[in-house]
Antibody, heavy 122, light 110 residues
Framework: QLQLQESGPGLVKPSETLSLTCTVS??????????WGWIRQPPGKGLEWIGN???????YYNPSLKSRVTISVDTSKTQFSLKLSSVIAADTAVYYC??????????????WGQGTLVTVSS | QSALTQPPSASGSPGQSVTISCTGT?????????VSWYQQHPGKAPKLMIY???KRPSGVPDRFSGSKSGNTASLTVSGLQAEDEADYYC??????????FGGGTKLTVL
C-alpha cells in the first residue's frame, strides 16, 4: 500500500525559503502514469494546488506561485521536494504531498500524505 | 486559474440526500473528465471519494455519486449518515498540466 510522508521545518522566517520533502514508500516513484504533487491549505481555508513533478523531473506549477516554487524528484531515494522562496505570513499552511494517479486516462490525487503545518513567523 | 465555485455549506438530515455543486468553465470542468471529489474530516488529510466525474474508488460507499453537466460537476450523498459530516472539495484538470480546486463545502448532518 503506497504511503506518503511529509517532513521539514515547522517554522520558517519571513523572506526565507520553505523546504519540504515527501518520502514515498510501498511503491515505485518511477511510472509514467503518476505525477507527484504538493497541495497546501491555510488554516481554516480551502485547498490550493502548488505543483506537480514527473519522475523524469519535468515540473508544472500553479501560475500564481510559479515565480517562487521549485519541485524536484530524487528517484534513487523515492522522494520529491518542494521549495518555496521569499515566504510571507500568507504562506502559513498545512502542506500535503500526494500522488497524482493518471492511470486509466483521467487523473486524481490519491493517496495523500498526512500533511505538515508550516508557520511563517519571525 | 480561478478556483472552482462551490457553495460554502450544505446540510441534510440522516437518511436524506444532498447534492453539492462545483462550477467551473469550459477550460476546466467543462473541458475534461478529470473531475474528482475529496472528503476531509477536521484535522485529517483529504480522501478521494469520486474520480473521472462519476467513478468510485474501492471502499467508498455507493451512497456517494458524481455527475457533470456542462461546466458544473455535482456530488450527491444519498442516505446521509453522521460520519458524512465533513468538508468536501472538488478538483479539475485545467489543461497544460495545471490543476484547480474548489473552495470547499461544509456538509452538516442535522
Amino acid at each position: 500500500q503506497l504511503q506518503l510522508q511529509e517532513s521539514g521545518p515547522g517554522l520558517v522566517k519571513p523572506s526565507e525559503t520553505l523546504s519540504l520533502t515527501c518520502t514515498v514508500s510501498g511503491g515505485s516513484i518511477r511510472s509514467s502514469s503518476y505525477q507527484w504533487g504538493w497541495i497546501r491549505q491555510p488554516p481554516g481555508k480551502g485547498l490550493e494546488w502548488i505543483g506537480n513533478v514527473f519522475y523524469s523531473g519535468s515540473a508544472y506549477y500553479n501560475p500564481s506561485l510559479k515565480s517562487r516554487v521549485t519541485i524536484s524528484v530524487d528517484t534513487s531515494k523515492t522522494q520529491f521536494s518542494l521549495k518555496l522562496s521569499s515566504v510571507i505570513a500568507a504562506d502559513t499552511a498545512v502542506y500535503y504531498c500526494a500522488r497524482t494517479d493518471c492511470s486509466g486516462g483521467s487523473c486524481r490525487f490519491d493517496p495523500w500524505g498526512q500533511g505538515t503545518l508550516v508557520t511563517v513567523s519571525s | 486559474q480561478s478556483a472552482l465555485t462551490q457553495p460554502p455549506s450544505a446540510s441534510g438530515s440522516p437518511g436524506q440526500s444532498v447534492t453539492i455543486s462545483c462550477t467551473g468553465t469550459s477550460s476546466d470542468v467543462g473541458g475534461y473528465n478529470s473531475v474528482s471529489w475529496y472528503q476531509q474530516h477536521p484535522g485529517k488529510a483529504p480522501k478521494l471519494m469520486i474520480y473521472e466525474v462519476d467513478k468510485r474508488p474501492s471502499g467508498v460507499p455507493d451512497r456517494f455519486s458524481g455527475s457533470k453537466s456542462g461546466n458544473t460537476a455535482s456530488l450527491t450523498v444519498s442516505g446521509l449518515q453522521a460520519e458524512d459530516e465533513a468538508d468536501y472539495y472538488c478538483s479539475s484538470y485545467a489543461g497544460s498540466n495545471i490543476w484547480v480546486f474548489g473552495g470547499g463545502t461544509k456538509l452538516t448532518v442535522l
